[in-house]
C-alpha cells in the first residue's frame, strides 16, 4: 500500500510530470516515423488492390518516381489530394520491396526542380494568384518514361490506376499492334461545312481511342481492307455497317491465324442516325451492323431488326426539360454482368443505348460464355418503337420471362466461313483476274491452328463520348471522368487479350457504385401494376365501344345520331370507370413515390445517427463493464 502510495505521489510530481511528457513524445516521434493506414471503405479503396501488388512483383529492374508537387502555391483546395498522392506513392514504395525510389522535388521559379519538371513534361498551371501549381509524377526505368502532367483531383479513384499503368508501361516499353475497323469516325471526321470554307479540319478521335493509344499502338483498318496486317494483335471491328464480303473474309483468316477479336455490333446505332439525318439519300433510321457470314459459321444469330427493352435497367433521360423512362437505354447493374469472369468482375454499371442480343448454339468446338445478359423482364421491340418515349413502349409491353445475351465470348477452334475460299469482286474480276493470282499465292485457311478467342458485343453507341464519359477542364488541362464502366469494359477486353491483364483489377475499382437496387426493384413493380392498370382501362374502353356500335347498328339510319339509353348508361358507366381508374393509377403512383421517400429517409438517419449510436451504446456498455468490474474488486 505504501509503495503504491510512493507511486502515485511520484507521478504527479514534477519529474514524473516531465517523464511522462517525455514517454508521449517519444511514442508520437515514433508513431510518426512508422506509418500504418487503416482502410475501412467497403472496396478498400484506400489499399492497394492486387492487380498492382502483381505489377510490383514483376519488377526486376529498379523504377524511378519523380513527384513533383509546390508546397507554397498549392492552393488549399487541393492540398488534401496531394496528401494523398504522397501517401499513396509511399504505399507502392513499400509493396515494392525496394524496386521503387521515390523522389520529391517542389518547382520553385527558375530553379532546378523546376528544370527538371519541364525536362518531364510536367508544365505548371496557373491559378488565380499569377503563380505555377506543379502537381504530376513522372516515372522511369532504363531508357523508357512515361508521364502524368497533372494529378485531377477528379480522377481520384483513378489515381492508382494512372500510377500503376505508368509503371507497366515503362517496364514494358514496346507497344502491342491494335486494329480499329469502324464505319463510324472513331478516328474523327472532317465537318462537310468547314471543308466547304476551306478549312479541312478533322474533329478529335473518340476518347476510347485515346485512352488505348496510351497503352498500344493503335492502327485505323479500312472498311474495304482484304487483309489484316500481320503486325496486329488484337481487332476492334465496331459498326461494320455494310461490311463487305471480302472485308469479311479478311477477319476470318484473322481469327483463325490466332488474331483475337472484339467486334461491337448494333441493331441500331443512334451515333450513325444523326450522321444519316443530314443525308436525305441515307435516311435518318440506321440499318444496323452485323458480321452475318461470321456469325453463321460461328452458329451465333444476331437480331438488327428488333432492341432489347428491359424494365430492370430502364434509363431515365431529359427529354425536353423533363425526365422521362427510357427502356431500350438500358443502365446495366452488377446484377446483368458475369461477376465470374475477370472482364466483367468488378464492373457494376453500364450503360447501352438500343442494343441488340445474341442466340443460337455454337459450332462445334466453340465455347460459349455469356459476358452480358438481360433480366427476365424484358423483350424484343421494334426499333422505330424503341426511339419513342418510355411510356408508349410500356404501354403494351410484355416480358419474355427470359434473360438474353448483349455481349458473349467464343473460345475453342473456329471454322472458315468461307470454304471455297476469298470471295470474287465483280470489280477486280474486270481487272484480268487479279484476285485469282492473290489467292493462288496465299492460300486460305481452313481452320485455326490453335485455340481461338472472339468476343461479340450487341452495342456499338456505348462507346461513343457522351455515353461514356465526360470531358472537364482543369487549370487548361482536358480531364477524362468516365461515367461508368463503358471505358474499363473495352480497356479491361483488350488488355485481357493484349497488353497486362492485371490492370484490370486495377481499373475498375474506380467506377463502382452502389446503385439503389431496392428502389429500381420498387419502380419496376410499380410500372408492372401501372401497366395492368391501363390495360384494364383500355379494354374497358374497347368494351364499351364494341356495345356502343353493336347498339347503334341495331339503329333506323335517322336514328343512328340519336343516343339511346342504353348507350348513354354504357357512357356514363364507363366514365365513372376511367374516374375509378385514375384514382387507382395516382394512388399507385403516390404509394410508389411514398415507399421510396420512405426508403431514402430511413437510409439517410442510418447513414446520419447510425454510426453515433453504435459508438454510444458502445461507450455505456464499456462502462457499465467496467464499473461492474470495480465493484466486484
Known sequence: M????????????????????????????????????????????????????????????????????????????????????????????????????????????????????????????????????????????????????????????????????????????????????????????????????????????????????????????????????????????????????????????????????????????????????????????????????????????????????DMNYVSRLNRGGRAEEAPAVLSLTQDAVNTNDVVTSQIDSLLLPFAGVFSGTPADGLTETVLLKSSTDSELVEKILAQFSGESLAKDFTPSGKEQAIAIRLTGKFKTAFPDGKPKDTADNKDKGTDTKEAASEPALKVSAGSGVVVLMGDSDFLFDQVCAQVQNFFGQQIVIPQNGNLNLVENLVDQMAGDSNLIAVRSRATMNRPFTVVKKMQAQAEERYRTTIKDLEKRLSDTQQKMNELQSQKEGNQRFILSPEQQDAIKRFRQDEVNVNKELKEVRKKLRRDIDSLETRLEWINIAGMPFLVTISGVVLALFKRKRTAAK
Not at 500504418?36 to 505489377?55: F, H, N, P, W
Not at 521503387?100 to 522535388?105: S, V
Not at 488505348?212 to 471491328?237: G, H, Q, S
Request: with cysteine; net charge neutral; charged share 25%.
Open 2 to 309: 505504501i509503495k503504491k502510495k510512493q507511486i502515485t505521489e511520484f507521478m504527479f510530481s514534477t519529474v514524473g510530470l516531465a517523464a511522462m511528457f517525455l514517454i508521449l513524445v517519444a511514442v508520437y516521434l515514433i508513431a510518426g516515423a512508422v506509418k500504418t493506414r487503416v482502410d475501412l471503405t467497403q472496396e478498400k479503396l484506400y489499399t492497394l488492390s492486387d492487380g498492382t501488388k502483381a505489377i510490383l512483383q514483376k519488377l526486376d529492374t529498379p523504377v524511378e518516381i519523380r513527384f513533383y508537387c509546390s508546397q507554397s502555391t498549392m492552393p488549399v483546395e487541393l492540398k488534401p489530394h496531394a496528401q494523398w498522392v504522397e501517401d499513396l506513392l509511399n504505399e507502392y514504395r513499400k509493396a515494392a520491396k525496394g524496386k521503387i525510389e521515390i523522389r520529391k522535388f517542389d518547382p520553385q521559379p527558375d530553379s532546378d526542380a523546376e528544370d527538371s519538371a519541364n525536362l518531364d513534361g510536367i508544365d505548371g498551371q496557373m491559378i488565380n494568384t499569377g503563380d505555377k501549381v506543379y502537381l504530376g509524377i513522372a516515372v522511369s526505368c532504363a531508357d523508357a518514361k512515361a508521364t502524368i502532367p497533372f494529378l485531377s483531383p477528379s480522377r481520384e479513384r483513378l489515381l492508382e490506376y494512372d500510377i500503376s499503368r505508368a509503371i507497366s508501361r515503362v517496364i514494358t516499353p514496346e507497344k502491342p499492334v491494335i486494329g480499329v475497323m469502324s464505319a463510324l469516325p472513331v478516328f474523327g471526321d472532317f465537318n462537310p461545312a468547314m471543308m466547304q470554307m476551306g478549312r479541312a479540319q478533322r474533329s478529335n478521335p473518340w476518347i476510347f481511342i485515346n485512352e488505348l493509344k496510351r497503352d498500344y499502338t493503335v492502327k485505323e483498318v479500312e472498311m474495304t481492307t482484304d487483309k489484316i496486317d500481320d503486325d496486329i494483335k488484337v481487332l476492334l471491328v465496331v459498326y461494320p455497317r455494310d461490311i463487305s464480303d471480302k472485308a469479311q473474309f479478311a477477319i476470318d483468316q484473322f481469327v483463325l491465324r490466332g488474331g483475337k477479336l472484339i467486334a461491337f455490333l448494333d441493331p441500331l446505332s443512334f451515333v450513325d442516325s444523326q450522321r444519316n439525318a443530314s443525308n436525305p439519300m441515307q435516311g435518318a433510321m440506321s440499318s444496323g451492323a452485323s458480321l452475318d457470314k461470321l456469325l453463321k459459321a460461328w452458329g451465333i444469330t444476331f437480331n438488327q431488326e428488333k432492341v432489347l427493352a
